[in-house]
C-alpha cells in the first residue's frame, strides 16, 4: 500500500520520462556489444543477427493448447522448457521465444555436425497427445510458417528434421503419424524419389544415415528414428526396402545456401 501512495503522483509527474527510460534502457542492452577482455575491441558495421539453419518438430504429447502453453512458459517439475513456436490443432499459432533468441527444445542431441541443437535451430511444437493423426488444419498452418522462416531466415528448405531425428535416444516426436511426405511435397523436409534405382553393390546403409545427420551412437536407434521419418513404421532391423531409401536419400544433397547479394565474402 505504501509504495503505491509514494510511487503514484511521482509515475503521474514524470510520465514521459518513466515512459522512455525503460526503452532507452532496453535498447542499449540490446545493442551492447559483449566485448572479449583478450582482444582490442574495433568494431566493424558490416555484420547482423546470427540466424539458426536447422527447424526441429515436436508434438507435445499433452492434452490442449493451454495445457503446452503452461508447460513451454514455467518451470516444471523435471525443468524448464520452451519452444520458438506452438501451433494448435485448429492451426492457431502462438510464438513464445524470438527467432533471434535460444529457446530450450531440444536437449541433448546430434545432427550431422550440429551438437548443440537449440543454438543453431527454431523449435516448433504440434499440439498433439502423442498417438493421433495431425489434422490438415495444423499442418496447413505448420507450411505456412516453414515458407516464412525459411525465406526470411534463409533456412535451407531441406533442413527440416524431428525431434527423434536428432535425439534418437531419447525422443520419439514427432512420431510414425507427422506427414513428411505431406511436407516433402510443399518443398520442405527431404524424401526418396519414386524412380530412384536400387542401390548399387557394397551399398552401405550405416554411411547413408550418417550422410543424412543422424547419429550412430545406438544404431538401433538411428534406425528406429529413420523408420518413423521414412517409412511411418516402427522397427529397428533395416530391410531391403529401407536400402532403397537411403540410397535415393544420399544420391543428391543439398547444396549451401546463397548469401546475400550484399553480403561481403570475408578473405
Ligand atoms: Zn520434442
Not at 526441429?56 to 513456436?85: E, K
Amino acid at each position: 500500500m505504501t509504495p503505491r501512495l509514494f510511487c503514484f503522483p511521482l509515475v503521474r509527474r514524470l510520465r514521459p520520462l518513466s515512459v522512455l527510460l525503460p526503452i532507452l534502457l532496453l535498447a542499449a542492452c540490446a545493442h551492447a556489444p559483449p566485448r572479449n577482455p583478450l582482444a582490442e575491441w574495433v568494431p566493424s558495421p558490416n555484420q547482423d543477427e546470427r540466424r539458426p539453419v536447422l527447424v526441429v518438430l515436436h508434438f507435445t504429447d499433452q492434452d490442449s493448447v493451454q495445457q503446452s502453453l503452461a508447460t513451454l512458459r514455467t518451470r516444471n517439475r523435471t525443468g524448464p522448457v520452451s519452444a520458438h513456436y506452438l501451433i494448435g490443432r485448429n492451426g492457431e499459432r502462438f510464438q513464445l521465444v524470438s527467432d533471434t533468441r535460444r529457446a530450450w527444445h531440444g536437449g541433448a542431441g546430434r545432427w550431422g555436425t550440429i551438437t548443440d541443437i537449440n543454438s543453431a535451430s527454431i523449435g516448433i511444437e504440434l499440439d498433439n497427445d502423442g498417438h493421433s493423426p495431425f489434422p490438415d488444419a495444423q499442418i496447413d498452418s505448420l507450411l505456412v510458417l516453414l515458407e516464412d522462416l525459411c525465406q526470411r531466415l534463409r533456412i535451407p528448405r531441406t533442413q527440416i528434421v524431428g525431434h527423434s531425428d536428432v535425439a534418437p535416444t531419447r525422443k520419439v516426436d514427432p512420431g510414425p503419424l507427422f506427414p513428411w511426405k505431406r511436407l516433402a511435397e510443399a518443398g520442405f523436409g527431404v524424401w526418396p524419389a519414386e524412380s530412384a534405382p536400387p542401390p548399387p553393390p557394397g551399398f552401405d546403409p550405416w554411411l547413408a544415415l550418417r550422410a543424412i545427420g543422424y547419429s550412430l551412437d545406438d544404431p538401433a536407434a538411428a534406425v528406429r528414428a529413420f523408420h518413423h521419418r521414412f517409412r511411418g513404421r516402427e522397427g529397428t532391423e533395416l530391410d531391403a526396402e529401407d536400402l532403397h531409401v537411403l540410397y535415393a536419400l544420399t544420391a543428391p544433397l543439398g547444396t549451401p545456401t546463397a548469401p546475400h547479394p550484399d553480403e561481403g565474402d570475408a578473405p
